[in-house]
């Protein structure tokens, strides 16, 4: 075996020794094999060894005698031949903030957990390994810029507990049995993260609003206790002043809560924001139908035209956008007048305001019909609407969708019903129903 390895030995031995000469001064060979000649194992292995000697210094990678499972080896020198224990792998803040911006997302490495104790409902901001966020496992949030002037943000980290308590007696505007939905959201305030909460839907039997979140990122909250009962209203554990916001997620009852202010039950449905999480403003779903059938009522008898639209809403807090168009029509006589109004369901349940018209005027007239309504159906079943059509005095008829009176064909009406998740349009009317009305 020696005899085999002589000969490699000796052509490594003289093609390095000029480089050892010049960068390995401190390891010269001590023996010069000259060929032809057999060198003893000694010389070979001495030899070898100061090769080997001088490869080390110069090129080797020094590190440490142990290592941490799972951690990552950097550089400690700028040399490049020393290694140290990087620790854990991680990103930092404003990386994670650089990647997340574009996608909307405000909250990283952290989900929001409800609990109910004594009748109140508390939002705890949990890890995504589930622990309360610490120095070794914090929870991030990117806020835009407290003055409304500058277009840049922050993020700041979460090393410690946070939640926020809704307390028992506290409605947010809930009613009793009916569906409804609180959207939490994270405040910087002074650079310190809190908590807030607010129920964006105002509903009453006249009127219905929603809270448009997300408008321009900056608010002022209100202390909760008292009790907090109104809805439109941010509340946080302390109150804050004009401080900016990202919204987290939301928290729904589904069935709604048997007496509001009673938090004695977790909500049925928590989603995290994220992209495809509807916000205020936004249309879930939306139904469309049309016909040329009319139909002819006599006297003040309330009855259903065959223009009809069902939609099954994905949420019972979700309110319903309903408008038609058409054409109405009374007979000859100068104090009749059609009446319409929208339905939910086939049996007669009036929402919206009814619209009068036309009156006649010497004959049958036929004027084009545009009817308008928001609706909380408050369920997830299939629902329908369609206008219904009467007249204001007895005995004499009303036409939906009937023949115009020039003659010009048989007209064609339409509905549309759509699922709104929040904010109603910025003046509560329809572009279309404006033309309609002239």
């Not at 490699?8 to 390995?24: D, G, P, R, V, Y």
């Not at 070898?48 to 020198?77: K, R």
């Not at 139908?289 to 019972?316: C, D, E, R, Y």
């Not at 206008?387 to 009937?402: E, M, R, T, Y």
Request: net charge negative; proline share 6%.
């Amino acid at each position: 075996m020696l005899q085999k390895l002589l000969p490699i030995l000796f052509a490594l031995s003289f093609s390095t020794e000029t480089a050892l000469a010049q960068n390995c001064a401190s390891y010269p060979l001590p023996y010069t094999l000259t060929n032809g000649t057999t060198a003893d194992a000694s010389q070979v292995m001495s030899n070898l060894n100061d090769i080997i000697n001088c490869v080390n210094a110069l090129n080797a990678v020094t590190g440490p005698s142990s290592s941490v499972a799972g951690h990552l080896a950097t550089f400690a020198n700028t040399a490049g031949n020393s290694i140290q224990d990087g620790g854990p792998f991680s990103v930092s803040a404003q990386y994670l903030a650089n990647s997340a911006i574009p996608l909307g997302v405000t909250m990283l490495n952290g989900t929001l957990v409800p609990s109910n104790a004594a009748n109140a409902l508390t939002f705890t901001v949990q890890t995504l390994a589930g622990n309360t966020p610490s120095a070794t496992d914090p929870v991030y949030f990117t806020f835009r810029n407290a003055n409304a002037g500058t277009g840049n943000y922050s993020v700041i980290s979460v090393t410690s507990a946070l939640s926020v308590t809704i307390p028992t007696s506290s409605t947010l505007g809930f009613s009793n049995g009916v569906a409804g939905r609180i959207w939490i959201v994270a405040l910087n305030n002074s650079g310190t993260v809190a908590l807030a909460v607010i129920n964006c839907l105002t509903s009453t039997s006249t009127s219905k609003s929603i809270y448009p979140l997300a408008g321009w990122g900056i608010i002022t909250t209100t202390a909760l206790g008292g009790p907090s009962n109104s809805s439109g209203v941010f509340y946080s554990t302390t109150a804050a002043s004009s401080v900016p916001y990202g919204v987290l997620g939301y928290a729904s009852y589904e069935s709604g809560l048997t007496t509001a202010g009673t938090w004695n039950a977790n909500p049925t449905r928590m989603e995290l924001y994220r992209p495809g999480v509807p916000l205020p403003g936004v249309t879930v779903q939306m139904v469309m139908n049309s016909t040329t059938t009319s139909t002819t009522v006599a006297g003040t008898t309330k009855t259903a035209t065959g223009l009809t639209a069902s939609i099954t809403p994905t949420s019972a807090a979700n309110l319903i956008k309903i408008q038609a168009w058409g054409t109405a029509s009374s007979s000859a006589s100068s104090s009749n007048a059609t009446l319409t109004q929208l339905s939910r369901g086939t049996t007669f349940t009036g929402i919206g305001t009814a619209l009068v018209g036309p009156y006649t005027q010497g004959g049958p007239t036929s004027v084009p019909d545009a009817l308008f309504a928001f609706d909380l159906p408050n369920t997830t079943s299939s629902t329908t609407y369609l206008p219904f059509i009467s007249c204001n005095v007895a005995g004499n008829n009303c036409v939906w969708n009937g023949t115009s009176a020039t003659g010009a064909g048989t007209p064609t009406s339409f509905i549309e019903v759509d699922e709104i998740m929040s904010t109603l349009e910025p003046d509560n009317e329809d572009p279309a129903r404006e033309a309609l009305a002239g």
